[in-house]
């Protein structure tokens, strides 16, 4: 157990650090962020202080390890359009992100668990039927659109407030969050659903279940004790995974919401070509879908002895 | 495939997983008369169980829809879809417009006619691609394994790592707003799912008996590989194919959304709705963004249903 967690670790590591190389040679690829471009004409001697002052006369590989090493210390650098610590920019969104993150979680587990276990329970009932139409749907359809469907007709209606807001009106973030948390957990709760009836399914079939229907517990306890525990194992996994994903941004939700998160600063930030926001960004994606299916990994080898041993 | 707020968010592992192969075709190396019986007999297999999924034969006419709309586009539109008329913009559907005008005065029906072009090229493209790429480093890396195995997988760690929208921006952003920056931004994005279908294919396959009978009586490497494991692996990689098509439907369609890729002057889904969404609040303008929608959802929904008959009708064990 000791080696497949530091086997994993190490893994981990390694693709967090060959990512922030791409990402700093990706931007690095997107040219210089002081050049002159169309009506902006940007003195040489102002372009050699800006890069002076943000480092980049340095040689590239320099240039890397430096930002690598200041990871570690918290520095992120400094924006380049108002000089805001990097770090500071991201610690104000992120609440924002994780609350969303977490209620879009939230939603489709409660959603997809459920739908998922009545679909398998009454297998090819009308039930079952319905939450196969309407899965097939929630995963054909894309977000984006659901995302703009949601704002066109049900945004500044009742308790979900105008897009995009007003400064003048306060709104409370769990209003905030609904509309983008829905838009987000739909796709996710059909999965769910999907996941979650085809482990049950299968789960049902195995003999343990028959013992226990055999020595008469009731229905409910064969279903909600023995077969759940069992078939929520790969809903656990998805969940992990989800929660790793959204905590890099869900750049199109938040923009089309315009919620303040990680994604909509992200949308900002490569719109003007910010690239310490990008950089600090990106990777902060990438180390929260790595760690996070790290622990998802682990965990599942902690849940089920069969992996440990592959 | 998954896209950042655009795209299934995620597409779970499970999902795309690699199905397990059908079982080899007994067939005669040589005898061709025998072979191609079979053959036959397989298709009409293969069509027969399709047939029953009423779903699938919807998502085959849909596609079918698309295709004949994507080749004769400039025939069939009534308008120049990229003719702006600023005097004539956000008309209501009418006998003229049938879809109404959009936010530049395009015809919006030429428009969404032209983006099924534009949507059909660009996807096909990107699967077509990243299927290459990874077939080729997913069989290499699954028949070889050791030094060359462990380089192309964890190759597809660190891209796989990448939200798959972001990283698509990233590298539309270094080639520059143009189509073919957007096919090869998804590509690079796409290639490692289905190296890593290949790779699990190929690993499971090598060691059949058929394979060992094939190695024993002293076929090459390349000959098993490309005459003994391909054939058995196409059916997953087939269905992953029709998969990832509506994936890098929504994905470009996202992109063009945030104003990132395709031209800003392409009647583009995406682009369509994206330059519509400071008027979609006020009543009676709904045409703006729901024709560009519908046409991506039927799209998507159309792939997908496409994928789901094959995945019951080529491997009848995964029912």
């Excluded at chain 1, 905590?247 to 919401?257: R, V």
């Excluded at chain 2, 992109?255 to 006020?282: K, N």
């Amino acid at each position: 157990m000791v080696k497949f967690v530091v086997r994993r670790l190490v893994q981990a590591i390694f693709v967090i650090i060959a990512a922030s190389l791409l990402v700093f040679l990706g931007l690095f690829a997107l040219g210089d962020p002081f050049a002159s471009s169309g009506e902006k004409v940007v003195p040489p001697d102002v372009q050699a202080a800006l890069r002076a002052k943000y480092g980049m006369d340095q040689s590239l590989p320099m240039q890397y390890l430096t930002y690598l090493g200041n990871i570690f210390t918290g520095d992120l650098g400094i924006d380049f359009r108002q000089r805001r610590e990097v770090s500071e920019m991201l610690t104000a969104v992120l609440p924002n992100t994780l609350r969303l993150a977490l209620a879009a979680i939230l939603i489709d587990v409660i959603i997809g668990v459920l739908a998922g276990i009545i679909a398998a329970v009454w297998r090819y009932s009308f039930w079952d039927v319905f939450v196969t139409i309407l899965t097939t749907l929630a995963i054909g359809i894309p977000t984006f659109v659901i995302g703009i469907f949601l704002l066109a007709n049900v945004s500044g209606i009742w308790i979900f407030p105008v897009v995009p807001r007003s400064f003048t009106v306060e709104v409370p973030w769990y209003q905030e969050v609904l509309l983008p948390a829905f838009t987000l957990a739909i796709v996710d709760a059909a999965f769910i659903a999907r996941l979650m009836r085809g482990s049950m399914l299968e789960v049902l079939r195995a003999d343990y279940i028959r013992t226990a229907r055999a020595k008469g517990l009731s229905e409910r306890a064969v279903i909600g004790k023995h077969a759940f525990r069992n078939s929520i194992i790969p809903v656990v996994t998805y969940v992990g995974i989800s929660i790793g994903v959204l905590l890099g941004g869900a750049i199109i939700t938040e923009t089309i919401f315009q919620y303040n998160g990680v994604g909509f600063l992200l949308f900002n930030s490569i719109r003007n070509n910010n690239q310490p926001v990008i950089m600090a960004i990106v990777v902060f994606g990438v180390i929260a879908y790595v760690v996070l299916s790290m622990i998802v990994d682990i965990l599942y080898a902690f849940l089920d002895p069969r992996i440990r041993l592959s | 495939m998954s896209v950042g707020g655009g795209a299934p968010e995620v597409v779970p592992e499970q999902l795309l997983a690699p199905t397990q192969p059908p079982e080899a075709v007994a067939e005669p190396e040589g005898g061709a008369p025998t072979g191609d019986r079979v053959k036959r007999g397989q298709f009409r297999d293969i069509w027969r169980r399709y047939k029953r999924n009423k779903l699938a034969l919807v998502g085959l006419g849909i596609v079918i829809v698309l295709a004949v709309i994507a080749i004769f586009e400039p025939i069939l539109t009534p308008y120049d879809p990229k003719e702006q008329n600023l005097l004539n913009t956000q008309q209501p559907p009418s006998g003229e417009h049938w879809f109404g005008t959009d936010v530049l005065g395009r015809d919006l029906f030429s428009g969404i006619l032209y983006g099924t072009r534009l949507a059909m090229i660009v996807s096909l493209s990107v699967v077509i691609l990243a299927l290459v790429v990874g077939i080729t480093l997913g069989a290499i890396a699954g028949y070889r394994g050791k030094f060359i195995d462990t380089l192309v997988m964890r190759t597809t760690d660190i891209f796989l790592a990448f939200p798959f929208l972001i990283g698509a921006i990233l590298v539309v952003r270094i080639f520059g707003d143009s189509v073919q920056a957007v096919i090869i931004a998804l590509a690079i994005l796409a290639w490692p799912t289905s190296a890593r279908l290949m790779r699990g294919q190929v690993l499971a396959l090598r060691e059949s008996e058929y394979v060992e009978a094939a190695r024993s009586i002293g076929a090459s490497d390349t000959r098993i590989v490309l005459r003994h494991i391909l054939p058995n692996a196409v059916a997953p990689v087939l269905i992953y194919a029709f998969t990832s098509i509506g994936v890098a439907v929504v994905a470009m369609a996202s992109l063009a959304f945030l104003g990132i890729g395709v031209p800003a002057d392409e009647p583009e889904w995406g682009r369509l709705i994206g330059q519509a969404i400071q008027v979609i609040q006020i009543p009676g303008k709904d045409y703006l963004w729901i024709f560009p929608a519908l046409a991506i959802s039927i799209t998507t929904l159309g792939f997908a249903f496409v994928a789901d008959g094959l995945r019951d009708s080529l491997d009848p064990k995964l029912r």
